[in-house]
């Protein structure tokens, strides 16, 4: 219904800020309130969603559109409220998250609060492919294809890496099959000379 506010920022609590619009004082439930500090008393605009239940109407605030964006990601998976939303993206390591989905990298998503290991699994399979986090933080895919790169650059070298690490005596003695293999692939390639 609402997709932001802009106003004063007349009150800073533990949980909340309170942003007046045109005299009226809007409760909106934000990730770090704390983060506002520097705003207070001055004019600022903040992305909401609002959320209805049979009981409560609530409004939840975001510094950005792309914050906005994963809560309204996050909210979606079974199991995980905005109230845990709102919990994962106040550790403030949104492109982590995002690269942790698309590496199906489930242990790094149960160190966020009230995210098991079931929970985490639901996030993966909602959420791969579809969250990204847009501005200086590096891209999702993007840094999953450097870790790919990473990882093949670490294969190529292998060879290299397991000769260095031998003892003095076992790399002076190159007659075994392995050693030839090893030798052979790496002179084979101009990049990959070992010695």
């Known amino acids: 219904m609402y997709e932001y506010f802009k106003g004063i920022i007349s009150k800073i609590t533990a949980k909340y800020i309170v942003l007046e619009v045109n005299s009226i004082g809007y409760i909106l439930h934000v990730a770090n309130p704390y983060a506002y500090s520097g705003h207070l008393h001055q004019e600022a605009k903040v992305y909401v969603h609002q959320v209805v239940r049979e009981d409560v109407e609530l409004l939840y605030g975001f510094a950005t559109e792309e914050e906005k ?80 790169e990473t990882k093949r650059w670490k294969k190529l070298w292998k060879p290299c890496w397991l000769w260095a690490t031998k003892p003095r005596n076992l790399r002076e003695s190159r007659n075994s099959l392995k050693a030839r293999r090893i030798q052979q692939k790496t002179i084979s390639s101009p990049l990959l000379r070992c010695w």
């Open 69 to 148: 964006q994963l809560f309204l990601s996050l909210i979606s998976v079974s199991g995980i409220g905005p109230v845990s939303a709102l919990a994962i993206i106040a550790a403030d390591d949104n492109a982590g998250l995002v690269q942790a989905i698309e590496q199906k990298n489930i242990t790094y998503l149960t160190k966020f609060p009230k995210i098991g290991k079931k929970t985490a699994q639901q996030m993966v399979l909602d959420l791969e492919g579809k969250v990204a986090v847009v501005g200086d933080e590096l891209p999702a895919k993007a840094a999953v294809q450097a870790s790919d």
